[in-house]
């Protein structure tokens, strides 16, 4: 599975390789024989010395002792060299942690994650699956998600009681359909999906008017799950210039 998810990569020479969590090193030592840059953020203190060790062998390797949730990813983007972003996320960070790396997605050229299998489902997401919400809205808004392929609880040990999966997220060099006011948008999607259960009509009530919604192209009786990504982006632009 890692021999997988190096493919999946595809690392080259020229790379500037950011990894999450190592943890004990078993991604990072197949990735510096493929790539001479490779910057790692482990927040385990435990874990430190043994990939310092790593480092002093191979002046590729830097290492953060940091949480990457407050990790300030512009720092290492230097020499206009893009970086590409790789790790096996946990999941209680997972989200916020895709959030936090979306502001810095102007200096990111791709990531790959490991994820639980529920969250790269969600962020795939299409409208109108169960699975389609906030994540998937925000996730897509910005970057291309593909889902590469599906990990067993049997490639670990001990094996977990869930399924992981690998996703990759490529940041878009321009955006397909652009917010004006992205805060805005971002509360807008937050204020649908937190009544996911009623119509928009009443969701979005106080936020945006039965109205509106209809001149931006959507049924105010659909639920926040049947809209796409960038009907909500029209209905943002529109509730920002009124």
Do not use: W
């Amino acid at each position: 599975m890692i021999t997988r998810i190096v493919s999946a990569l595809a690392p080259c020479r020229e790379d500037h390789l950011v990894e999450i969590g190592p943890g004990q090193g078993a991604l990072t030592v197949p990735l510096l024989e493929r790539c001479p840059r490779l910057d790692v953020i482990e927040l385990d203190r435990d874990l430190i010395p043994a990939l310092q060790d790593l480092a002093t062998q191979s002046c590729a390797l830097k290492v953060y002792q940091a949480d990457a949730l407050r990790f300030d990813f512009a720092r290492l983007a230097v020499d206009n060299l893009p970086l590409r972003i790789v790790g096996n996320l946990p999941y209680n960070i997972s989200t916020p942690l895709l959030f936090h790396l979306l502001q810095y997605a102007s200096l990111i050229q791709d990531m790959h994650f490991m994820l639980q299998k529920e969250v790269v489902e969600r962020m795939a997401a299409l409208p109108g699956s169960r699975t389609y919400g906030r994540l998937s809205i925000m996730l897509q808004y910005r970057c291309q998600i593909t889902e590469l392929f599906h990990i067993p609880p049997t490639a670990f040990v001990p094996p977990p009681q869930v399924e992981s999966a690998v996703a990759r997220l490529q940041p878009y060099r321009t955006l397909p359909t652009a917010a004006n006011d992205e805060n805005l948008f971002a509360r807008l999607v937050t204020q649908a999906f937190s009544h996911r259960r009623k119509t928009l009509r009443n969701a979005l009530k106080g936020m945006a008017s039965p109205e509106q919604l209809t001149t931006a192209g959507i049924d105010p009786v659909l639920r926040p799950e049947a809209v796409d990504v960038a009907a909500y982006v029209r209905l943002s632009n529109l509730v920002g210039d009124t």
